[in-house]
Structures are given as structure tokens and as C-alpha cells.
T-cell receptor, first 116, second 108 residues
Framework: GAGVSQSPSNKVTEKGKDVELRCDPI?????LYWYRQSLGQGLEFLIY????????KSGLPSDRFSAERTGGSVSTLTIQRTQQEDSAVYLC??????????????FGPGTRLTVT | QKEVEQNSGPLSVPEGAIASLNCTYS??????FFWYRQYSGKSPELIMF????GDKEDGRFTAQLNKASQYVSLLIRDSQPSDSATYLC????????FGKGTTLSVSS
């Protein structure tokens, strides 16, 4: 079946602009995650959504970052007033949520964000 | 601060050999452990998970977990050039903590 899809695949923006990144999870997966991967920092967790529960936002690096998930499916990650240090690959993952876990997370192809 | 440590490598092995990749983690309460493979320019691909002490085998891959030593490893038997990639160890239940990865190079 179809995997996680993300759009756009590449985004170049000027410092100070806002950007929106989209993720469409695997059909039937109730949990959705955002991570970012940069050369210096490796892969970092940003936010986790599960059903109608309040999201786990513990990884968001600043209040310029926000995310929403509408209808329990598609998610949008928004970065306001982008800075050069926001340049990274933003990865979305999804998983089933089975009692007792583990929650096997499957990643999308990512969005490469470059802030100039 | 929860940490996951991996040797960055590169780990170089000849084709057909066994590659051994290692990972240590700091949170003694961790229960789920994952190995991802990442080719250059691509996103991570889940290859195995383990949550019980001991070994778990899947084809040419074996994951080994020792919770007392806070150590998890991945063995790749009969290594192939197509196994050349960065291998990421991840720990956690939902918010995974990743190591920075070990680069494996398999020479033909």
C-alpha cells in the first residue's frame, strides 16, 4: 500500500518568511510524528499526535513551530519567521497504536527546507 | 538527558562477512528499541525492532538486546554491497531518541 507522503519535497524560503509542510500518513495509522534531521544534530523528535488526545509537543524547539492534525489524518507543520538554523530535512512518520506497543514508525521521504 | 550513543564509523567489512553494529542508551526504563537503515539522501527505513532481552532474527539481520548493560546491537550476516548505508539506533515508545548513526561500507 501507499506509504507516508510529504509535500513539498524541497522548499527554499527567505529568512523571516513562514512555511507550511504537509504530511499524509499511511492509511489506518492513528499516530503521526514529526522529526527533523540536520547535519549537526542528527534526528530529533518534534511532536506526536495520537487520535483526539492532546499532542506531545515536548520536542518543538521554539514557539515559532506549531503543528496541527485535521480529521485524524493529514498534518501540517508550520514554522513562522524562519531562521537559517531551521534549515533541515523535516521527516514525518506514522504508526499503528497497538496496546502495549511497540509503535513501529514508518517515515515519509521528507521535506528539505533551506532558509536563505 | 536521555541519550543514545553509536560509533560513527565508518565500519568497513568485505562482502560476505558479518557486520556488527552497536548502540548504548542511557534511560534504564527504555522498553522498545529500533534499527533503521538510511541510504544517502533518503529517509530512514525500519529494519528491526526488539523489546525483550535476547536475540531476534529476521533473515540476515539479528538484533540483540541486553537491558542490564543498556546495550543493543545489530548483526548483518553475509553482508552485501547493498547494505552500505548509515544505521540508526532508536530508543523509546513514541518520541524516539535516535543515535547519530554508524556508517557501514561493504566492499565487493
Amino acid at each position: 500500500g501507499a506509504g507516508v507522503s510529504q509535500s513539498p519535497s524541497n522548499k527554499v524560503t527567505e529568512k523571516g518568511k513562514d512555511v507550511e509542510l504537509r504530511c499524509d500518513p499511511i492509511s489506518g495509522h492513528t499516530a503521526l510524528y514529526w522529526y527533523r534531521q540536520s547535519l549537526g544534530q542528527g534526528l530529533e523528535f518534534l511532536i506526536y499526535f495520537q487520535g483526539n488526545s492532546a499532542p506531545d509537543k515536548s520536542g518543538l524547539p521554539s514557539d515559532r513551530f506549531s503543528a496541527e492534525r485535521t480529521g485524524g489524518s493529514v498534518s501540517t507543520l508550520t514554522i513562522q519567521r524562519t531562521q537559517q538554523e531551521d534549515s533541515a530535512v523535516y521527516l514525518c512518520a506514522s504508526s499503528l497504536r497497538l496496546a502495549g506497543g511497540p509503535y513501529e514508525q514508518y517515515f515519509g521521504p521528507g521535506t528539505r527546507l533551506t532558509v536563505t | 538527558q536521555k541519550e543514545v550513543e553509536q560509533n560513527s564509523g565508518p565500519l568497513s567489512v568485505p562482502e560476505g562477512a558479518i557486520a556488527s553494529l552497536n548502540c548504548t542508551y542511557s534511560d534504564r526504563g527504555s522498553q522498545s528499541f529500533f534499527w533503521y537503515r538510511q541510504y544517502s539522501g533518503k529517509s530512514p527505513e525500519l529494519i528491526m525492532f526488539i523489546y525483550s532481552n535476547g536475540d531476534k532474527e529476521d533473515g540476515r539481520f539479528t538484533a540483540q538486546l541486553n537491558k542490564a548493560s543498556q546495550y543493543v546491537s545489530l548483526l548483518i550476516r553475509d553482508s552485501q554491497p547493498s547494505d552500505s548505508a548509515t544505521y540508526l539506533c532508536a530508543v523509546g515508545r513514541t518520541a524516539l531518541i535516535f543515535g547519530k548513526g554508524t556508517t557501514l561500507s561493504v566492499s565487493s
